[in-house]
């Protein structure tokens, strides 16, 4: 086995020269030929497709700042489609690499394979059409529903509410696919309570990078399961998840309250996620924490909240402080348990240090809620402002030193510079909600906040909130702040190690046991297929 890596190895490095030298005569594409020929021996050659415009979509993604052409863009019809074309890359003398494409939703590139095949989940989930979902009871583990990777969060909420039923832990965008979120964790204000949306998964079918077609949950092939979630699309391909149901609540009552002390705003929501067991009724069902700043609007595209009779006094505030604290915090209710939903918030938020008569409620569906984005996202699509480059930048900051994090990052550097626009997120979660088995990343203490940077630029200026991004991670680095990326990008390998910390090895194991030849997410740019040792 060793000695076939290898030669596959030199032969590999080999095809890359050529492929350099040909393409400085315009020739590049003379480079798939090997791999097409071979594909046709399994007859799913005319599922790929290399027209400038099929190739063009696949280079991008909703970052807009990375662009890698793949050869081919494949389009299958079945899972056995997907499987097939794995398992030649895996039996191949030369094999290419695999990238799966769900909405595109990621913003470095992740989900491209620069001069290999992208798998078209997309196109893959309109020929299925929505059939991939299907809603069942288990006498011991209750309601659940099986799910299709390239299926939709949206569309899997509302086939399992025609059940009265609906998964516990969402991410705030609902039009991702459920094979994207479970390669990176899937979070959003429910996961202190609730967990990730990893924790959250029964079982699953994997393809694994040999092609095989494994069935694995935490009782069988458990190193398979743990691996594929939160594991960056590097072991397997997510063709069927198991996700555990509860009764869908009918309404949510939402509050805002502001803040002007960073320490009392960290410290109420630490309060309100202590109580955080998955059964108990006096406890939140959500909770996230934003910053408004004078860099934008008061109500912005994610969410439109604050009467406009409170903008001026609002804005007012921000002058005088620089930054405001936002903490949002939900509750849901159905017609049972409407009559006492407005007690039990105020039991829950008495005594917080919020600034007064700065307290702001609103009432919506349960789907509305889930699905607030859709409608900024659609204001933004009609005006041509939603496909522009997104210098995105989500970590994971240790709680011990969150305080350090806002005097250094929000103050002396985001509210500096002021260049915001867009988002910015600081909510907190508790790391017992995760299995640390799982290959998602996260740092060491008990509880840790999640921040997210979400811009929008011009085309022309991402770079500046490129540069601020770097910035926050060098002072991360200087003061020796354990950050951990959320959506990581990372440009080398020692970099990939210190994201993973105790968990590399572990991580480079389970790549060599269901990736050995390295093919699947090149985007996520963790493996050199030249420099790793062979097992």
């Known amino acids: 086995m060793a000695l076939n890596h290898l030669f596959s190895t030199h032969f590999t490095l080999l095809l890359i020269t050529i492929t350099l030298l040909i393409s400085t005569v315009g020739k590049t594409q003379q480079w798939k030929a090997p791999m097409l020929q071979e594909l046709d021996i399994d007859n799913i ?118 059940h009265g039923l609906a998964p516990v832990s969402w991410t705030d965008y609902l039009y991702l696919t459920v094979g994207g979120t479970l390669s990176n ?136 402080h620089g930054i405001l604290y936002c903490l949002e915090v939900a509750k849901y209710y159905d017609d049972q348990t409407e009559k006492n939903v407005d007690k039990e918030i105020q039991v829950l938020l008495q005594g917080l240090a919020y600034i007064p008569g700065f307290y702001y409620e609103k009432n919506a569906s349960y789907v509305e809620f889930l699905n607030r984005v859709r409608s900024g996202e659609l204001k933004l699509q009609s005006q041509g402002l939603w496909d522009v480059p997104h210098p995105w930048l989500n970590l994971f900051i240790p709680k011990s030193q969150i305080l350090e994090f806002n005097s250094g990052v929000f103050i002396d550097i985001v509210l ?32 840790f906040y999640t921040v997210g940077f979400l811009h929008s630029s011009g085309f022309d200026a991402w770079h500046k909130y490129d540069a601020q991004n770097r910035e926050i991670l060098e002072f991360c680095s200087d003061v020796g702040i354990k950050v951990k990326q959320y959506l990581p990008t990372h440009s080398t390998q020692e970099d990939w190690i210190n994201h993973f910390g105790t968990k590399w090895m572990k991580f480079l194991e389970r790549k060599h046991q269901f990736d050995p030849r390295m093919i699947l997410s090149p985007g996520q740019k963790i493996f050199n297929k030249q420099l790793q040792p062979v097992f």
């Not at 290399?50 to 793949?70: C, I, K, N, R």
């Open 45 to 162: 050659s005319h599922k790929l497709h290399d027209d400038p415009e099929t190739l063009q979509m696949a280079s991008e993604d909703y970052g807009h700042m990375v662009h890698e052409f793949p050869a081919a863009v494949f389009h299958p019809s079945s899972i056995d489609d997907i499987a097939t074309l794995i398992k030649s890359s895996y039996n191949s003398f030369a094999p290419f690499d695999i990238a799966l494409r769900g909405q595109g939703h990621s913003t470095h590139g992740q989900a491209m394979a620069r001069d290999g095949v992208v798998v078209d989940m997309a196109n893959f989930r309109k020929q299925r059409n929505g059939v991939a979902i299907s809603v069942s009871k288990d006498p011991l583990i209750g309601h659940y529903a099986d799910v299709g990777g390239e299926q939709l969060w949206i569309d899997v909420l509302h086939v399992t509410l025609e």
């Open 416 to 447: 500096k510079r002021n260049i915001s626009s867009g988002p910015v997120l600081v909510y907190p979660m508790n790391r017992n909600k995760w299995d640390d088995r799982m290959s998602a990343s996260i740092p060491e203490e008990d509880v």
């Open 185 to 320: 964790a899937g979070i959003s204000g429910q996961t202190f309570r609730y967990g990730p949306q990893i924790s959250n998964v029964l079982e699953m079918d994997v393809i694994t990078g040999k092609g095989e077609f494994v069935t694995c949950s935490s009782q069988r092939n458990l190193e398979l399961f743990h691996a594929v979630l939160g594991g960056l699309g590097q072991f397997g391909v997510i063709a069927r998840a198991r996700i555990a149901l509860e009764l869908a609540p009918k309404r949510v009552k939402r509050v805002r309250l502001l803040y002007s002390d960073f320490s009392a705003f960290t410290k109420d929501q630490e309060r309100l996620i202590s109580i955080n067991r998955r059964k108990q009724k006096n406890a939140l069902d959500f909770l996230v924490g934003m910053l408004l700043m004078n860099q934008g609007p008061i109500n912005n595209w994610r969410s439109s909240f604050f009467p406009l009779s409170d903008h001026p006094r609002i804005a007012s505030l921000i002058t005088q």
